[in-house]
């Protein structure tokens, strides 16, 4: 796979990876969480290693350096964490879709993308004079139809 096409591929988007902030309205009064600066206090959950990160949407603001992180290894465990009071995670939506449908997590505020990074996108790629091969065009059109079903389904 691949983040963006290139011209000497063929690629096929598999999966636009919308992040979101997400936040446990048990433990929050969500009504006063509307904006980047609203969260100047709460501990900031992240999962390590993705591409996008509070860092990398916060870094130009001035209280950025007093502010409470919590790391994890795993988006299960940033989801687990904002659910129990931890703080706000930032995470992918269709992770967490069924805490969302329970009500469980909540989505306080859309970003900006005038001043946020973009979510990472998804390709999945082959080389052009592979494209006819029909074991490949088979495996690419499963893998594209697997992704829309499981994010159907879990969007329901």
């Known amino acids: 796979y691949r983040f963006q096409p290139a ?54 603001k001035r209280w950025f350096n007093k502010q409470a992180f919590l790391t994890v290894s795993y988006s299960v465990h940033s989801l687990e964490a904002a659910r129990l009071g931890l703080g706000i995670a930032l995470a992918n939506r269709h992770n967490a879709s069924q805490l969302i449908k329970r009500k469980q997590l909540v989505i306080p505020f859309h970003f900006d993308p005038k001043t946020t990074p973009r979510s990472p996108r998804y390709y999945i790629s ?31």
């Open 126 to 156: 082959t080389f052009k004079h592979h494209k006819q091969n029909k074991a490949i065009s088979k495996l690419t059109k499963w893998l594209i139809n697997q992704g829309n079903t499981d994010l159907q389904r879990t969007d329901k």
């Open 7 to 60: 011209p000497e591929f063929s690629s096929n988007l598999l999966l636009a990876d919308e992040i979101v902030p997400l936040i446990a309205p048990e433990h929050f009064d969500v009504s006063k969480i509307n904006t980047l600066e609203d969260l100047r206090g709460i501990t900031l959950i992240d999962t390590a290693r993705r591409l996008l990160s509070w860092q990398s949407i916060l870094h130009n």
